[in-house]
């Protein structure tokens, strides 16, 4: 048994690159792009650093706290928080991070502070928003675009949602013949196509020689002339002829000249 050659690193990058959606990818393709992302910058995959998100109807990763952790440790990254503010009801944290080659950056962490946050609650409010800071800074620092999962946390639930499928419209119904009322529904023209005016009784009872055609081509024949003829052979019609009419509505309102079928 041949057993099919597994898709180097550099396959699977250009296969992101080009797709540029993770869930383009194969079950295997998505485990082996996590482990490169992971060797490319020392994380440790068996901590499970990043984790897989659907943002805006696409598969991307985003940091979690360890990836965070490993980050400062790798680069020696030193944290400091600069200030902090409270304004228009927001809490503002300022963190400034320095590597061990002596490389300087710095962001925020922004969180909503209202007035009457109170006790454990606004304590974890401050809490995350230094967290959010921290992490932000060390990201940026060590040249990566991820999301943090204190950012994940705050966009709607919308938005972390994979889109609905698009699904094909259904074909318009069908009318179907009332056979309470003994009547067909009227049909829909379009433009110019207007049914005719129905045939005479002798118009719908054709036969050679005296002889009286099978019900199913007497319909296909009125059908053929407009919904009038059509209708007028079924109120003449006996019940089981009716039934007949009845079983070939698809059939006979295809023939309709100049009519088109409705939309529910």
């Known amino acids: 048994m041949t057993v099919p050659a597994k898709q180097s690193t550099g396959d699977i990058m ?22 490169a992302v992971c060797k490319s910058i020392g994380l440790n995959p068996l901590t499970r650093p990043l984790e897989f998100i659907t943002l805006q109807g696409k598969l991307v990763l985003y940091a979690k706290r360890d990836c965070a952790d490993q980050l400062r440790k ?4 030193s944290l400091e928080i600069v200030s902090q503010e409270i304004n228009d009801d927001l809490l503002t944290v300022h963190v400034r991070a320095t590597d061990r080659d002596g490389r300087k950056d710095e962001d ?6 209202p007035e009457m946050l109170r006790g454990e609650i606004r304590a974890n409010t401050i809490l995350k928003c230094v967290t ?20 994940v946390e705050d966009i709607p639930a919308e938005a972390k949602t994979p889109p609905k499928p698009t699904l094909p419209k259904p074909p318009p119904h069908k009318r179907r013949f009332d056979l309470s009322t003994d ?8 433009g110019a196509g207007v049914a005719p005016p129905a045939p005479s009784n002798a118009e719908t009872t054709p036969g050679a ?7 199913e081509a007497m319909a296909r024949e009125a059908a053929m002339r407009g919904h009038d003829a059509l209708a ?22 295809a023939l309709y000249p100049g009519v088109e079928p409705e939309d529910d």
């Not at 959010?132 to 950012?151: M, P, Y």
């Not at 009547?183 to 379009?190: G, I, Y």
């Open 209 to 215: 020689g005296g002889a009286r055609m099978p019900i």
């Open 183 to 190: 009547q067909l529904p009227p049909p829909a023209t379009t």
């Open 132 to 151: 959010k800071a921290k992490r932000r800074v060390t990201l940026s620092i060590s040249g990566l675009g991820f999301l943090d999962e204190t950012e």
């Open 232 to 253: 007028a052979l079924y109120r003449t019609s006996s019940p089981i002829d009716k039934l007949k009419i009845s079983d070939m509505q698809r059939e006979l309102e």
């Open 108 to 113: 925020l962490g922004v969180v909503s502070f």
């Open 74 to 77: 790798i680069n020696g990254i």
């Open 14 to 35: 250009d296969a992101v690159i080009v797709k540029g959606d993770l869930s383009k990818l194969t079950a295997d393709e998505r485990v082996d792009y996590y482990n």
